[in-house]
């Protein structure tokens, strides 16, 4: 091509974007008026001459000589057009200091630059192993003040959108020129958005979560370990072997005084009068209209003295409530940050939790607890409960000696385990989450739950009245287990429900994920009664798309029986 020829696709190889090796054409590409130079239409309108070699050499010019990554040829070339985007306005307006490094940088905070409109990905960029410049948003012009952001040690907030496709972030405000920089840990820097907490909780064991190169998530206001080696291989380790969780995210609350197993009594539904001392019982709290508030686990030391484990989103929401209907002659302490709580679960868990217990616990029932030192740490609570499916312990320790546990019990060969794996653990049990199975909109009855709700316990309790009335009435929906018919098709929280061949949302997804041991995908949903017995087909919606599913029993996955042993002297 001439000197002064239009220029069309980029060249090949490095250099600047828009240009081509004289002679040479992109490949596959006709110069045609259509995909004139944007220059060129512009010198038009104004009836002038636009000279390509000029502009180009000025423009090469300018960026080397700006840019240090050009000088170091490391540049990515980019589409000739979305490169005139940048610069619509013609040469003789641009600023006079246009050497300088930021001088092109004109967009607000957070736009994002990509190729131009209806640019695709060209083969031969790809054979050459040049790719379209990935969307990244654009440089802050560092050397104006007014645009200078100090925060001291904080995190800037992201946070995923619903949408996969979009990623919405949350950008300290901009100061004015006039506000000088504000004092370390003044509100200007530290206030969340929306009245998000400014920094999550840490459990006794974050450094642990480090050491052995978890990924930390965000849940509940918590820093928490979703995974470490990769959830089916925790999912597994707990299933065939042992695993160790850190629930210290979890609440404790205590209720002690004359009247405390009676207060107690009205809080929960189940019936407390049945639980000896030394034995726990999985309950919910309800409101006055039968709704959930959190399901719990209540250890009863004595009629005097119980312990509540609460849901770490309920930690200050069931205090407060349980405070105000606790009544007279019982003392409601908030003890959720003096307790770190682990969970080591599978077929050999409770051999290696019996190894570091003085007394041992191995012949404790299931639901029952005992108070013991563990790998040395004293003043410890070994319950053998557990949210998996599996055999194994719960230890409530001080949170000093609680990496101390932690080490002794991954030592003996438990793995460590995330979040996510507690999740497909449970959900393969058929244990219920709260927040997603159930919530105050939603009754334990519907839940699948009434094996807890004693509706004519001496006493009642709160929300006994509504629960009573919807029994008699009968109810109209319920929360039921489902496997897809196809593998490929995985239910998510908040999928539709339908019937078949039926365009009717009648249900809702609340649970789903892949079984990593039936490898099939399984879930619970809310639906309508009628549809609710066992080998009911209806439909899943996933993404617009109606996908069949077949009621089933629960649990999907059947616990593994613990050989019988002798308890040690």
């Known amino acids: ?36 130079h944007p220059g060129c239409r512009v010198a038009e309108q104004r009836g002038e001459r636009h000279h390509h070699g000029e502009a180009r ?53 957070g736009k994002e630059r990509g190729p131009a409109a209806g640019v695709e990905q060209r083969p031969w960029r790809r054979r050459i192993g040049l790719e379209e410049p990935s969307r990244r948003p654009v440089l802050l012009a560092l050397l104006r003040p007014e645009l200078l952001v100090v925060v001291p040690a904080v995190r800037s907030y992201a946070r995923a959108s619903r949408s996969r496709s979009t990623r919405t972030l949350y950008q300290c405000p901009r100061r004015g020129a006039d506000q000088g920089l504000a004092p370390p840990g003044s509100d200007r820097y530290l206030r969340p958005p929306f009245g998000r907490p400014a920094v999550a909780k840490r459990t006794p064991l974050y450094e642990a979560h480090l050491a052995a190169s978890a990924r930390m998530i965000d849940f509940a206001g918590f820093e928490m370990p979703v995974q470490y080696r990769g959830l089916v291989e925790e999912h597994l380790a707990v299933r065939e072997r042992a695993g160790i969780f850190d629930v210290s995210h979890m609440g404790e609350i205590v209720l002690e005084g004359p009247r405390a197993l009676e207060a107690a009594q009205r809080l929960v539904t189940n019936d407390l009068a049945n639980c000896k001392d030394g034995q726990a019982q999985y309950a919910a709290l309800c409101n006055e209209r039968g709704g959930v508030i959190d399901d719990v686990i209540v250890y009863r030391f004595s009629a ?16 407060e409530w349980m405070r105000a209907y606790a009544g007279e002659g019982v003392k409601l302490e908030q003890q959720s940050d003096e307790w770190a709580q682990v969970a080591v679960q599978g077929p050999r868990a409770p051999e290696l939790v019996d190894a570091l217990c003085k007394p041992h616990v191995l012949d404790v029932p299931t639901y029952h607890f005992r108070e013991a030192t563990v790998a040395g740490v004293r003043g410890c609570i070994v319950a053998r409960t557990g949210y998996t499916g599996e055999d194994g312990f719960e230890v409530f320790c001080p949170p000093q000696g609680a990496r101390r546990i932690w080490d002794a019990v991954v030592e003996a060969g438990a793995t460590p385990c995330g979040l996510g794996a507690r999740d497909t653990l449970r959900l393969e049990a058929g244990y219920r989450l709260y927040g997603n199975d159930m919530d105050e909109q939603h009754t334990p009855l519907e839940a699948g739950l009434e ?30 287990g489902f496997k897809m018919a196809a593998k490929r098709h995985i239910a998510r929280h908040g999928y539709p429900v339908r019937p078949p061949g039926v365009e009717k949302h009648v249900g809702e997804v609340t649970s789903g994920t892949m079984s990593p041991i039936l490898q099939q995908p399984i879930g619970l949903a809310y639906v ?24 089933v029993k629960t649990p999907f996955v059947s616990k593994k029986k613990t050989p019988a042993v002798t308890q040690k002297s």
């Open 1 to 36: 091509m001439a000197q002064g020829g239009c220029p069309g696709e980029p060249r090949r190889g490095r250099g600047l974007a828009g240009e081509h090796r004289q002679g040479e054409q992109a490949p596959g590409q006709e110069h045609s008026a259509e995909r004139a």
């Open 57 to 109: 050499a000025e423009r090469r010019s300018f960026e080397v000589a700006g840019d240090p990554q050009r000088r170091a040829g490391r540049g990515v070339p980019q589409h000739a057009q979305a490169r005139v985007q940048d610069d619509e306005r013609p040469r003789a307006e641009l600023p006079a200091n246009r050497g300088g490094r930021f001088a092109r940088i004109r967009e607000p905070l």
């Open 528 to 551: 309508p009664i009628e549809m609710s017995p066992i080998g009911t087909c209806f439909e899943v919606e996933i993404r617009e798309h109606a996908f069949p599913a077949e009621a």
């Open 304 to 319: 005097r003295r119980l312990l509540v484990c609460v849901n770490a989103t309920g930690r200050e929401k069931d205090f």
């Open 451 to 480: 094996w807890i709700v004693k509706l004519h316990k001496s006493g009642g309790f709160i929300g006994v009245e509504a629960l009573r009335e919807q029994k008699a009435q009968g109810l109209k929906r319920k929360l039921v």
